[in-house]
């Protein structure tokens, strides 16, 4: 069974840090692209980062860039979210999806998605 389980999540106050796991079963991360995503109550979802696990490759969205960084561990089968610099507006709940690949694909394109974790920065 393929599944996706994103885990430490959680509240911290502005500037503080978080890093949140994505760990991977049912196929190897090497062989796909893994997104973060996030969605925070009344807005669309939104890409963050993506990692190409074969090339360790990372993309990341304007909104994060420099203070978020991705990583991949295939020895755990496993996508990281180093999340630095927080700020209230990265308020979410945080989901990582894989696409089957070396390409980082749009939102919709994802075959696989995890159920989610919620991150909550004070001010």
């Known amino acids: 069974e393929v599944q996706l389980v994103e885990s430490g999540g959680g509240l911290v106050q502005a500037g503080g840090s978080l890093r949140l796991s994505c760990a991977a079963s049912?196929?190897?991360?090497?062989?796909?692209?893994i997104g973060w995503f996030r969605q925070a109550p009344g807005k669309e979802r939104e890409g963050l980062s993506c990692i190409i696990g074969s090339v360790r490759s990372a993309l990341y969205a304007d909104s994060v860039t420099g203070r978020f960084t991705i990583s991949s561990d295939s020895a755990k089968n496993a996508v990281y979210l180093q999340m630095n610099s927080l700020k209230p507006e990265d308020t979410a709940v945080y989901y990582c999806?894989?696409?089957?690949?070396?390409?980082?694909?749009?939102?919709?394109?994802?075959?696989?998605w995890g159920q989610g974790t919620q991150v909550t920065v004070s001010s």
């Open positions: 999806a894989g696409s089957y690949g070396r390409l980082c694909p749009r939102s919709y394109q994802y075959d696989y």
């Open positions: 049912g196929f190897t991360v090497d062989d796909y692209a």
